[in-house]
């Protein structure tokens, strides 16, 4: 009896251990960034100037998912960020006017993306700037 007690604590610490798991929070690791805001006038003829994102929505998807999985809002100085994430592959976005579009007619917006791998338990990724279209 006590040997069938020690083989199925044994198999289940090899399952524990040996469950791979996927990307998403639950770990150690950082993303983080800034967003700047590009700013035009209606018809993107008029450059206005360029300045932080404040409470700009940033959103993630974890691993190979369809629909992102959180979101965050930059602070003051247009900087978001990340936490207490696993090892894997994460697509960082945010929404932009498109200045190819004629915004009289349409109010579609693109998506800012950058894809980033973590590769280690405690790794911190600063992911080039985020130029978003106003």
Known sequence: MKSILQLIVWLCLI??????????EGGMATIDGTVII???NFDFTI???SYPAQDY?????????EFY?????TSYNGYFEFKYLREGKYTLFA???DKTLDYNVT???IPIIREVNI???????TVEDMIVIK
Request: proline fraction near 0%.
């Open 95 to 97: 929404y932009s006017k």
């Open 69 to 73: 999985s959180d979101k965050v809002a």
């Open 107 to 109: 109010s579609e917006l």
């Open 38 to 40: 590009e700013d035009y």
């Open 47 to 49: 450059y206005r100037g």
């Open 57 to 65: 929505d940033v959103y993630i998807i974890y691993g190979d998912d």
């Open 15 to 24: 399952a524990l251990v040996s469950c791979e798991k996927d990307a998403g």
């Open 119 to 125: 590769t280690s338990k405690r790794q911190k990724v």
